[in-house]
């Protein structure tokens, strides 16, 4: 209850301020004359949803820590099944971009029930009346406080990509940086299996005293994500076009552009930092993590002017690949300066990232030398014929340079499935 203070502080500071400038953020962003009426009305009700989404992910981290990440798993995906069916028979019935919010509604609000009635299961009767912080809640002011400067200086660097490219290229850019961006984020849906069962699991370990299990526990995931990650990075960036023309029907340059920029960043971010970050978060050391992020939006801002000057809208992405790749590595040295973890585990990732390039690249031209895909058709044949291929080839490669660790592999994948079934 006392951490749904700050949630319901910053809906009554911010939700009223969106209200009001609801014209000019519209205009701001670009949005076409004849949509522009509808975009404000739907802003301040997008931004409300938005807001209160903290309150289903402060009940989620309670069953997360309850050792019950399952049951989060299963809300989140129903939440994000009825969001996504309700789009779709909205559509098909005329109901325009409003089937967007009405499905982000439905979403949210089976998201929280869900998570209200999983919370009740895992640990027991909670409500969200907000109360005032008593004597002990204090002692974690520090953490929470860590963790809400790398919240949002992660939600300031997801979003300046967007504005920037709406108000100084066109909204059309904004669109194909959502397609890119949908493809690159791929690569972090392998994190996201692993990092709560991670980090719960690290949060026991280290209560136990059992740090020689956290090292364990660190080796065997960066040895699981960075080779998962890899191979998704081969398929999606080598075979950037025709996964385009799967998708719409026909090639799209710019898309396939920005998701070479963006996935750049985004899998260098994966398979470096996605174990350390869970690690430090379960380890109560989130100021690691608060650092890197800081890092991040600073440099990101910096290099986004720098790189918008010098190469027009499109240097945003380039920013955003360049400080997503750059940060990652400081992070690693600020990790393992504050926390005795196996250096060789990160030497291995970071190996396996370098060659993961290596081969998309060789994909990606030896692709480029059949010619593009005629439709959905040729499209989806040519992907399920050199999909498997390529990651074959990157696999046979990555045992080769003994970069891959076929136990540490097994041995993380079961970890984090017991964990998540728990």
Wanted: aromatic fraction near 8%; charge should be positive; proline fraction near 4%.
């Amino acid at each position: 209850q006392t951490c749904a203070i700050p949630i319901w502080a910053l809906f009554g500071l911010l939700w009223p301020l969106a209200w009001v400038l609801r014209g000019p953020a519209v205009h701001f962003l670009r949005v076409s004359t004849e949509t522009r009426q509808l975009a404000s009305e739907m802003f301040p009700v997008v931004a409300a949803l938005i807001l209160l989404g903290g309150l289903s992910e402060t009940l989620e981290a309670v069953v997360s820590g309850c050792q019950r990440t399952g049951l989060v798993n299963v809300v989140s995906a129903i939440a994000q099944i009825l969001n996504y069916s309700v789009v779709i028979i909205m559509i098909l019935f005329g109901g325009g971009l409003w089937s967007l919010v009405a499905g982000q509604a439905i979403g949210f609000a089976s998201r929280l029930a869900g998570a209200w009635v999983a919370t009740r299961v895992a640990y027991g009767a909670v409500s969200l009346v907000p109360l005032p912080p008593r004597r002990s809640d204090l002692s974690m002011a520090r953490y929470s406080g860590l963790l809400t400067v790398g919240s949002v200086a992660a939600a300031l660097r997801d979003q300046t990509d967007k504005i920037v490219l709406a108000s100084l290229a066109s909204p059309a850019w904004v669109g194909y940086y959502g397609m890119a961006a949908r493809l690159s984020g791929t690569v972090m849906e392998v994190i996201r299996l692993f990092y709560s069962p991670l980090l719960t699991a690290a949060g026991a370990l280290n209560a136990m005293g059992d740090w020689d299990g956290v090292r364990r526990l660190y080796r065997r995931l960066m040895a699981v994500v960075s080779t998962v990650t890899g191979a998704l990075v081969v398929v999606v960036a080598g075979l950037a076009e025709r996964l385009v023309v799967l998708w719409v029907g026909f090639p799209i340059p710019q898309v396939a552009l920005l998701l070479w920029l963006l996935i750049t960043g985004s899998a260098t971010a994966a398979m470096l930092t996605g174990p350390g970050t869970a690690i430090s978060r379960g380890c109560g050391r989130v100021g690691i993590e608060t650092t890197y992020l800081s890092f991040n939006l600073v440099l990101n801002l910096v290099l986004t002017v720098l790189f918008v000057l010098a190469i027009g809208a499109v240097g945003t992405a380039v920013a955003t690949g360049s400080t997503w790749a750059l940060s990652s590595i400081l992070f690693l040295f600020v990790l393992h300066k504050n926390l005795d973890l196996p250096v060789e585990a990160s030497r291995r990732a970071a190996g396996t990232a370098l060659l993961a390039a290596v081969v998309t690249v060789g994909v990606h031209y030896a692709s480029t030398m059949l010619g593009l895909p005629q439709g959905r058709h040729d499209a989806f044949v040519s992907v399920v014929l050199l999909g498997p291929a390529s990651v074959l080839l990157y696999l046979g490669l990555l045992v080769s340079f003994r970069l891959a660790s076929v136990t540490d592999a097994y041995a993380g994948v079961r970890s984090a499935l017991l964990q998540r079934a728990g």
